[in-house]
């Protein structure tokens, strides 16, 4: 009976994890393999095998300073979200469940909207001859636009209008998904409105703060458009290095740099996971 | 009974009426409480007093408005009307944590975050006791649940059982003016469940706590209670010591809802000073009925305990009955017979005296204080 529900399970299993395999693993597999090579004119990678891609860009303050302004930019958009989403999602979480539906369908309308359309919407917002610069002058309050576009704080903003969503959402479900009587409990153990949310409801959310972080951590490395758009030239993170090199025919520079990016990404996944800790409380809030 | 209770061992005193000293003593105390939902009442009226140091439980059928009573008096329901006492101090609209009572739920919400120490540790903590108190407060109150071996698991490591004591010691450690219990050992099977009502009596006892219990399970009401209140939609049926509401039960529905019993249809004949006598289809019974509240002539239901039932060849005195059928479980034999008003049951003791058969013709007769006059049901 049970070897036959195994066979099931790796019946349904195999074809994904193969397809994961073969179009996953193997290129990560040989992107690291071109990490490890020389530039070549001609070909993709070179002969020499080296180090030198790796080094150079952690040895490289230009480098090293767009590393920090990458986990800067995404520590701000991850601190925003949470700060704001949380009180949304924990008011969210306390409707009746017809009323949450709609109110999260609400939410993920403006997801429903290309990233292009909403960098540009923020370009004709804050732009030179955007919206507030125009309205400030007219208003006689500013002579010179103001510079609020091309910088890390139009980053911020915009990807984390984009984010925010995500954020909401998962926290908003693990909140509703919480057995009230954990509340209740530490009511009558004397826990007023403020201790009972510190002592109970956060550490028991904490499942949906985790996913929420690491989706909006994991889109934040991996946003383009957006960091281009409103970014600009002087504000380029990670991944736009990684394009960078592509574009200059530095395939293993750029092999290299997604790696830096990937070490980056699984060590703040594991940082968030192990201050968080979930794990303890995963699959038991209901 | 209850020989080893607290001070007031009795519970003589009629339900209604409160003396003085009564009111002091009682440690939650429910004045015409009313809790709607919509259109719909939950809890109508419930007045109650539960005296300090025994074991109250509210018994009834699920929806009957039991655990929404306790809630009242826990304060995660606010009353449509009437008013909240714990421990002589009106709680009405003071919010839970500032009441004096701790509680262990039906699903023990036990802090699945924190270990079974934490756990305990959490009233304590709320209640800002030095850190250097907790430590013993802990050991002394998982001792008591005899858990002090897995102060360090966490509640997902433990069996049901285990998890029910933590429950337990977690609420027991404030030491609360009133510990409330909702269903607590609905979640545990039959043998654990019976050796828990053992050790939740004993505790109760040697810490003199004040307990308020909702049970479905009237066995577990009549074993664990000092004073039983069954309820049915939202109102309290009858109030009294298990013994009172199991022999002198007031209604049908009580008498019913807390083990089987005969009814029997008839009317008064006659009088004979605390006792009346009933004419039924099969004969006339005698019928306890001290209050004299059936004037002859008055058309009453009559409840007979089956195990009070005692059987008799045809040449004995009482109810004629047919047997029909024979359970036998171990300790008594179930008799189901036909009687010439309806049905007819007894239990008897298989102590070696004589059996019966199915078919057998037999008269079934019992002491005057076995019968009581009861409400019958609104059909």
């Known amino acids: 009976m049970k070897g036959l529900r195994n066979l099931w399970a790796w019946a349904l299993l195999t074809p994904p994890l193969a397809a994961a395999v073969v179009l996953f693993v193997v290129p990560l597999l040989y992107l690291f393999y071109i990490s490890l090579h020389a530039a070549s004119p001609s070909e993709i990678y070179g002969s020499t095998l080296t180090l030198e891609n790796y080094t150079s860009v952690l040895s490289d303050g230009f480098y090293l300073g ?10 701000a958009i991850l601190a925003l979200c949470l700060f704001i989403g949380y009180p949304v999602a924990y008011f969210v979480a306390l409707l009746p469940t017809r009323r949450r539906m709609i109110v999260l369908l609400l939410l993920l309308f403006p997801l429903m909207v290309s990233n292009v359309v909403r960098a540009y919407g923020w370009v004709a917002l804050l732009g030179r001859r955007g919206v507030i610069n125009t309205g400030l002058r007219d208003l006689g309050v500013i002579d010179l636009p103001l510079d609020l576009l091309y910088n890390t704080e139009a980053v911020v903003v915009g990807l984390m209008t984009i984010l925010l969503p995500y954020m909401v959402i998962t926290i908003a479900n693990t909140l509703a998904a919480l057995d009230r009587r954990y509340e209740e409990a530490a009511q009558a153990l004397g826990a007023g409105p403020v201790r009972t949310f510190l002592h109970v409801t956060l550490p028991l959310s904490t499942p949906g703060i985790a996913s929420g972080m690491l989706l909006v951590f994991l889109l934040t490395l991996s946003a383009y458009v957006t960091i281009t758009l409103l970014g600009g030239p002087r504000s380029k993170l990670l991944v736009s290095m990684v394009y960078d090199s592509v574009v200059g025919f530095q395939w293993p520079r750029a092999a290299a740099l997604a790696f830096i990016l990937l070490a980056i990404a699984l060590t703040l996944t594991g940082v968030i996971l192990a201050v968080l800790r979930p794990n303890r409380v995963q699959g038991i809030g209901r | 009974m209850s020989a080893a209770g607290p001070p007031q061992g009795a519970h003589s005193a009629p339900s209604g009426g409160l003396g003085a000293q009564q009111m002091r003593d009682a440690d939650v105390r429910l004045d015409r409480v009313r809790k709607t939902f919509g259109a719909v009442i939950a809890v109508n009226d419930v007045t109650l007093d539960i005296e300090r140091g025994t074991i109250f439980s509210l018994l009834g059928p699920s929806g009957c408005g039991k655990t929404t009573t306790l809630r009242l008096i826990a304060g995660f329901e606010q009353p449509s009307a009437g008013e909240v006492y714990i421990r002589g101090k009106r709680v009405t609209s003071i919010a839970p944590y500032r009441r004096d009572f701790s509680m262990v739920f039906q699903s023990y919400a036990l802090f699945p975050h924190l270990s079974v120490a934490e756990n305990v540790a959490f009233g304590l903590r709320m209640r800002r006791v030095p850190r250097a108190e907790r430590g013993a407060a802990i050991k002394e109150a998982l001792e008591l649940v005899k858990l002090g071996a897995l102060a360090d698991r966490y509640p997902r ?161 009482g109810l004629h009955g047919k047997v029909r059928s024979i359970v036998y479980r171990g300790p008594v034999t179930h008799y189901y017979m036909d009687g010439v008003g309806g049905p007819l049951l007894a239990y008897a003791q298989n102590a070696g005296a004589a059996d019966w058969a199915v078919g057998d013709e037999v008269r079934c007769a019992w002491d005057v204080e076995g019968a009581v006059v009861v409400a019958p049901e609104r059909a």
């Open chain 1, 66 to 75: 767009i590393i920090r302004r990458t986990i800067g930019t995404a520590a």
């Open chain 2, 157 to 317: 490591q433990l069996s049901g059982g285990q998890q029910q004591r933590v429950a337990l010691a977690r609420a027991i450690v404030v030491k609360p003016a009133v510990l409330l219990l909702d269903e607590p050992l609905g979640a545990l099977d039959k043998m654990l469940r019976e050796e828990m009502q053992v050790e939740l009596r004993d505790l109760q006892q040697r810490l003199g706590i004040t307990a308020v219990f909702v049970t479905h399970d009237q066995e577990e009401a009549l074993t664990l209670s000092d004073r039983v209140a069954v309820m049915r939609g939202g109102v309290i049926e009858q109030i009294g010591a298990p013994r009172e509401i199991y022999d002198r039960p007031v209604s049908e529905f009580v008498a019913g809802f807390l083990g089987a019993s005969n009814f029997l249809d008839g009317s008064v004949v006659a009088r004979e000073g605390a006792i009346a006598v009933v004419a039924t289809a099969g004969g006339h019974v005698r019928v306890v009925d001290a209050a004299a509240t059936t004037p002859v002539g008055a058309k009453v239901r009559v409840a007979v305990r089956p195990e009070r039932v005692r059987m008799s060849g045809p040449g004995g005195e």
